[in-house]
């Protein structure tokens, strides 16, 4: 009788182990997303709180139903769903009609997530999606602000800045903290920034998307803001308004439609940074971080060609 030997154990892959899993990723995105949950509901208080669970509940519906329909089995504790919905939630301004937001995550989730097969397979950002297609469908509406608090119409920061509007521009104190017009989850860059600290430190994100994608924003306006005389005020200003820290670190980072190579993440950071400023200054309108990411959702299977490693005692391959 031959003795077995324990020292070698032939098995197929997967041969590298964690507890990591969907659930859990999902479960931190959505612990990290509660801090500018938490600033959203304060500065925007009720109608904030009726637009996220419209959200989430839509995102929630929309997945199970699109599940049985596909004869799949239904494990709406992945999260994704809610990760989607509360995103979306976060893109939108906090007195949007309730059956906007609803069709506005059912779209995210049926179209943009489980027409391209469901979850990993979709090519666009979902929450991303659903807001763009809010916006074409209901400029109105999704360009409707409220000032935080006391619930009255004003222009958002980049609005203020872009249309010359004629009123003050908040200090980047404000900005900073989230006591300013805008978007649900956007207006904090404190709040959002300890949700992507928190990412980065459970390894869930790369720093090399957020920090070429802030970097290049950073940069671009410095030498703009140069060229007008502004000083680092400007810089700083592009830095801390609308939805770029929530982009970042939220969407640009997302793990099915952003690059997995590591030069590949800085492209992506870098691409979408030019975009955002040349849609700011050049564009229409007067934010540009949802389109920016985007459009480089489009090339990201170019990027992760063009800069995948060479096999170990190969040639690059460009096929």
């Given amino acids: 009788m031959t003795k077995r030997n324990d020292l070698l154990l032939v098995t197929s892959s997967p041969h590298i182990h964690s507890r990591d899993n969907v659930p859990t990723a999902m479960r931190d995105v959505l612990l990290a997303l509660l801090p500018a949950l938490l600033c959203g509901l304060y500065f925007f208080r009720l109608p904030a709180l009726a637009v996220v669970l419209v959200c989430v509940i839509s995102a929630y519906v929309s997945e199970l139903l699109c599940l049985k329909a ?9 999260h994704s769903a809610a990760v989607t919905g509360l995103l979306l939630s976060f893109c939108l301004p906090p007195g949007l009609p309730l059956w906007m937001a609803a069709l506005g995550s059912a779209f995210a989730i049926v179209i ?11 090519i666009f950002n979902p929450a991303l999606i659903g ?8 400029p109105v509406a999704m360009t409707r602000w409220s000032r935080p608090l006391d619930g009255v119409s004003t222009a958002t920061p980049l609005g203020i800045l872009k249309e010359a509007a004629g009123q003050p521009l908040p200090d980047l ?20 920034l ?29 030498v703009v803001g140069a060229i007008k005389g502004e000083g680092i005020q400007y810089p700083l200003f592009h830095l801390l308004s609308g939805g770029l820290f929530l982009g970042a670190f939220f969407m640009a980072t997302d793990w099915v439609t952003s690059p997995v ?11 979408c940074g030019c975009l955002v ?5 050049k564009g229409g309108y007067p934010e540009g971080v949802a389109y920016s990411i985007l459009l480089m ?16 005692g190969g040639a690059r391959s460009n096929g």
């Avoid at 300890?194 to 410095?222: C, Q």
């Avoid at 299977?301 to 995948?308: A, E, F, V």
């Fill in 70 to 78: 596909n004869g799949k089995e239904v494990r709406i504790t992945e």
């Fill in 112 to 122: 943009v997530k489980h027409l391209f097969g469901g979850l990993g397979q979709n």
């Fill in 131 to 138: 807001r763009a297609f809010l916006l074409a469908s209901f």
């Fill in 173 to 192: 104190s404000q900005l900073f903290i989230g006591n300013v017009a805008g978007s649900i989850g956007e207006t904090s860059a404190l709040a959002v």
């Fill in 194 to 222: 300890i949700g992507g600290l928190y990412l980065l430190y459970r390894g869930h994100i790369d720093w090399r998307t957020p920090g070429s994608f802030l970097g290049t924003v950073f940069l671009l306006t410095v």
């Fill in 261 to 271: 190579t590591r030069v590949g993440r800085i492209l992506f950071g870098v691409g």
């Fill in 277 to 281: 400023v040349l849609i700011r200054l």
């Fill in 297 to 312: 959702n489009v090339v990201t299977p170019l990027i992760d060609r063009y800069t995948k490693a060479r096999v170990f």
